[in-house]
């Protein structure tokens, strides 16, 4: 193979922790071998359930739904036969995105009661006019208190508020509600999303009345057919749900674009328009997947679940071949590491820093960890300019660990100068 460009740096750390076993053990482990997707799967998936079935006591742990709506209005019409059937249809893209990846059926688990999805009711404190899109803060602790009285610890808890804060009247519709995710990881999570007496799972269906609506949210009223607008709020909906679930934004590598729009990039624009034959819609890149594949809320709970990893990493390299930069490197941990995300991200002009809303562009590149607990991210669809890459490690318990680095490329040839001073600092730490 032909080397252009080679930077390495491969140092050990002594007395690092021991790697727990875990499935696989092939000794005739060939990296080329898990390149692709669905080798990586197939491996990833052999892997993590080698580790559940060591680990008892593993229990469902479900989404909860609340409806909040203020002190002086109902909640929309039919909320609860419209999210019964919009939750259903996010379960369903879930589900079939995870058995296209290689990941066989698994979906979020949502809170049901009957058959039904069980949507908590919260009224507010305050009446409608005193609640606005930057109510968030406000909305949260009154449902945490709500919450509370039910003898369930929201701070433990993954949260979909739907907030009945919009108004309706004939094809014109008026949305103040917040509409976002924050503060999440494994463990916990809380995000917002709005309800319209128009939204529903139909509304994203091929519709021969051809209606269109009047939507104002922050600017002024602008045309939407129903189509769209349900894609937009609908999968507005699932993409804040994914930030709830721990998910950044990322970009489909250009591989991946063939399928359509990246769920966490601007898949909310995309969401089930394969239904009404007007793209190819919304998926769920690889990197994704991984991460939901451990979540509590889709593979289950258990004591081990608040337990740190307890990262270590032995070796680190980095370097540029035939157009490719690929980092390799060893860890230890005491929670089994299952697979390796690295996310590209690069700094775009008049952008200050890399993190949320400005990480739309990031790609994702994903690895296998052989027996020996090492592994191997080829980042491909290189670009001039400043980057940032963050390593992650998926544990199988649901945690993950970050560390960056940052290079920069310029007439296609990358520069690890920053990359190998915080390697440096990874290792020693």
Same mark, same amino acid.
């Given at each position: 193979?032909?080397? #252009?460009?080679?930077?390495?740096?491969?140092?050990?750390?002594?007395?690092?922790?021991?790697?727990?076993?875990?499935?696989?053990?092939?000794?005739?482990?060939?990296?080329?071998?898990?390149?692709?997707?669905?080798?990586?799967?197939?491996?990833?998936?052999?892997?993590?359930?080698?580790?559940?079935?060591?680990?008892?006591?593993?229990?469902?742990?479900?989404?909860?739904?609340?409806?909040?709506?203020?002190?002086?209005?109902?909640?929309?019409?039919?909320? #609860?036969?419209?999210?019964?059937?919009? !939750?259903?249809?996010?379960?369903?893209?879930?589900?079939?995105?995870?058995?296209?990846?290689?990941?066989?059926?698994?979906?979020?688990?949502?809170?049901?009661?009957?058959?039904?999805? /069980? !949507?908590?009711?919260?009224?507010?404190?305050?009446?409608?006019?005193?609640?606005?899109? /930057?109510?968030?803060?406000?909305?949260? @602790?009154?449902?945490?208190?709500?919450?509370?009285?039910?003898?369930?610890?929201?701070?433990? $808890?993954?949260?979909?508020?739907?907030?009945?804060?919009?108004?309706?009247?004939?094809?014109?519709?008026?949305?103040?509600?917040?509409?976002?995710?924050?503060?999440?990881?494994?463990?916990?999570?809380?995000?917002? +999303?709005?309800?319209?007496?128009?939204?529903?799972?139909?509304?994203?269906?091929?519709?021969?009345?051809?209606?269109?609506?009047?939507?104002?949210?922050?600017?002024?009223?602008?045309?939407?057919?129903?189509?769209?607008?349900?894609?937009?709020?609908?999968?507005?909906?699932?993409?804040?749900?994914?930030?709830?679930?721990?998910?950044?934004?990322?970009?489909?590598?250009?591989?991946?674009?063939? #399928?359509?729009?990246?769920?966490?990039?601007?898949?909310?624009?995309?969401?089930?328009? @394969?239904w009404r034959k007007q793209g190819k819609g919304s998926f769920l890149t690889h990197s994704s997947a991984l991460r939901l594949l451990v979540h509590p809320l889709f593979s289950g709970t258990s004591d081990l679940t608040k337990v740190l990893p307890n990262l270590?990493? @032995?070796?680190?390299?980095?370097?540029?071949?035939?157009?490719?930069?690929?980092?390799?490197?060893?860890?230890?941990?005491?929670?089994?590491?299952?697979?390796?995300?690295?996310?590209?991200?690069?700094?775009?002009?008049?952008?200050?820093?890399?993190?949320?809303?400005?990480?739309?562009?990031?790609?994702?590149?994903?690895?296998?960890?052989?027996?020996?607990?090492?592994?191997?991210?080829?980042?491909?669809?290189?670009?001039?300019?400043?980057?940032?890459?963050?390593?992650?490690?998926?544990?199988?318990?649901?945690?993950?660990? +970050?560390?960056?680095?940052?290079?920069?490329? $310029?007439?296609?040839?990358?520069?690890?100068?920053?990359? !190998?001073?915080?390697?440096?600092?990874?290792?020693?730490?």
């Open positions: 193979m032909h080397v #252009r460009f080679l930077i390495i740096l491969f140092l050990s750390i002594p007395g690092s922790i021991s790697p727990v076993n875990s499935e696989p053990n092939d000794k005739s482990f060939v990296w080329e071998n898990f390149y692709k997707q669905p080798q990586q799967a197939q491996y990833i998936a052999k892997r993590f359930q080698g580790w559940r079935k060591k680990n008892s006591g593993i229990s469902s742990k479900p989404l909860r739904v609340v409806y909040f709506h203020p002190k002086d209005r109902e909640p929309l019409r039919d909320h #609860r036969i419209r999210w019964n059937g919009i !939750l259903t249809d996010i379960q369903n893209f879930f589900r079939t995105e995870m058995t296209r990846l290689g990941y066989k059926k698994i979906t979020l688990s949502v809170e049901r009661e009957d058959g039904k999805l /069980k !949507l908590h009711n919260v009224r507010g404190m305050k009446n409608d006019s005193n609640y606005t899109y /930057k109510s968030g803060g406000e909305i949260r @602790e009154e449902v945490f208190n709500n919450l509370r009285k039910k003898k369930i610890n929201p701070s433990q $808890e993954t949260l979909l508020i739907v907030c009945g804060l919009s108004k309706t009247e004939g094809k014109k519709v008026t949305i103040y509600s917040p509409y976002y995710g924050m503060g999440a990881d494994h463990n916990r999570g809380i995000c917002f +999303t709005a309800d319209m007496e128009w939204l529903s799972v139909e509304g994203l269906k091929l519709d021969p009345k051809k209606i269109t609506l009047q939507i104002k949210e922050h600017r002024g009223f602008e045309p939407f057919t129903l189509g769209r607008f349900n894609t937009v709020y609908i999968g507005g909906t699932i993409h804040e749900l994914g930030h709830g679930l721990s998910l950044p934004h990322n970009l489909a590598t250009q591989k991946e674009s063939i #399928r359509g729009t990246a769920l966490m990039g601007a898949g909310n624009y995309t969401y089930r328009k @394969e270590t990493y @032995e070796k680190i390299k980095i370097f540029e071949v035939d157009g490719v930069i690929r980092i390799q490197g060893k860890i230890s941990s005491e929670i089994p590491t299952i697979a390796m995300i690295a996310y590209n991200d690069r700094e775009n002009k008049g952008q200050r820093g890399y993190m949320v809303n400005n990480n739309y562009d990031a790609t994702s590149w994903t690895s296998v960890l052989n027996q020996d607990n090492e592994f191997q991210i080829n980042i491909e669809d290189l670009r001039d300019g400043n980057h940032q890459i963050r390593l992650l490690s998926i544990h199988a318990n649901g945690a993950t660990e +970050t560390k960056r680095m940052h290079y920069s490329i $310029e007439d296609g040839k990358p520069n690890f100068a920053q990359a !190998l001073k915080e390697i440096d600092n990874i290792l020693a730490n």
